[in-house]
């Protein structure tokens, strides 16, 4: 890590106005006794060591107040943390959604295109459907009055098959019992 970079991380982390109640006491006492100091020193013409005794009181309150300050709670950096990793979640299932989204409205579109194919091909068949089912109900016809003419042979045949097995068991019976 640069230097340039270990200064930015530091001075990122501090504010300008201090959080704990000591270190504003510090800051507004450098606040109100720097200028009256310096305002005494350029009235009463001060040596040398005032200028150091004040460039010293100076320096003191900036490291009390700026370098030693104590660090923002880090519960607030936590909670954005985990703010932002929800998002992030939220932004990768609202991508894995649109992708799922994408398939459906795909496989909707096939299901349309066959439809109307299916549609298509109805049209098509329903003239050689109705056709064929023409020819299918005259060959139909013609069988059921082929069945029902021989149904009557049959049962004529079967009524004469029975009168004369009636003769001829009658007959059978008279000679017999004679």
Same mark, same amino acid.
Request: charged residues 25%.
């Given at each position: 890590m640069s230097f340039s970079i270990w200064i930015r991380s530091f001075l990122g982390k501090r504010t300008l106005y201090p959080t704990s109640r000591f270190n504003r006491i510090f800051f507004w006492f450098g606040v109100i006794f720097i200028p009256v100091y310096l305002g005494s020193l350029l009235t009463l013409k001060g040596g040398w060591v005032d200028w150091l005794?004040?460039?010293?009181i100076t320096l003191e309150l900036l490291i009390i107040v700026y370098v030693l300050q104590d660090r923002p709670e880090e519960k607030f950096v936590e909670e954005?943390?985990?703010? $932002?990793?929800h998002i992030e979640d939220i932004s990768k299932r609202l991508s894995e959604l649109d992708i799922f989204?994408? &398939?459906e409205r795909q496989r909707v579109e096939e299901s349309?295109? $066959?439809?109307?194919?299916?549609?298509?091909?109805k049209t098509e068949l329903e003239p050689v459907v109705l056709a064929? &089912?023409?020819?299918v109900n005259a060959v139909l016809?013609?069988?059921t009055r082929a069945i029902a003419s021989r149904a009557w042979k049959e049962r004529a045949l079967g009524f004469m098959t029975g009168l004369l097995a009636s003769l001829v068991a009658s007959m059978v019976y008279g000679y017999f019992t004679r």
């Amino acid at each position: 890590m640069s230097f340039s970079i270990w200064i930015r991380s530091f001075l990122g982390k501090r504010t300008l106005y201090p959080t704990s109640r000591f270190n504003r006491i510090f800051f507004w006492f450098g606040v109100i006794f720097i200028p009256v100091y310096l305002g005494s020193l350029l009235t009463l013409k001060g040596g040398w060591v005032d200028w150091l005794f004040l460039l010293m009181i100076t320096l003191e309150l900036l490291i009390i107040v700026y370098v030693l300050q104590d660090r923002p709670e880090e519960k607030f950096v936590e909670e954005y943390t985990v703010v $932002i990793t929800h998002i992030e979640d939220i932004s990768k299932r609202l991508s894995e959604l649109d992708i799922f989204l994408k &398939r459906e409205r795909q496989r909707v579109e096939e299901s349309e295109a $066959i439809l109307a194919r299916l549609r298509n091909e109805k049209t098509e068949l329903e003239p050689v459907v109705l056709a064929q &089912r023409e020819t299918v109900n005259a060959v139909l016809a013609a069988h059921t009055r082929a069945i029902a003419s021989r149904a009557w042979k049959e049962r004529a045949l079967g009524f004469m098959t029975g009168l004369l097995a009636s003769l001829v068991a009658s007959m059978v019976y008279g000679y017999f019992t004679r």
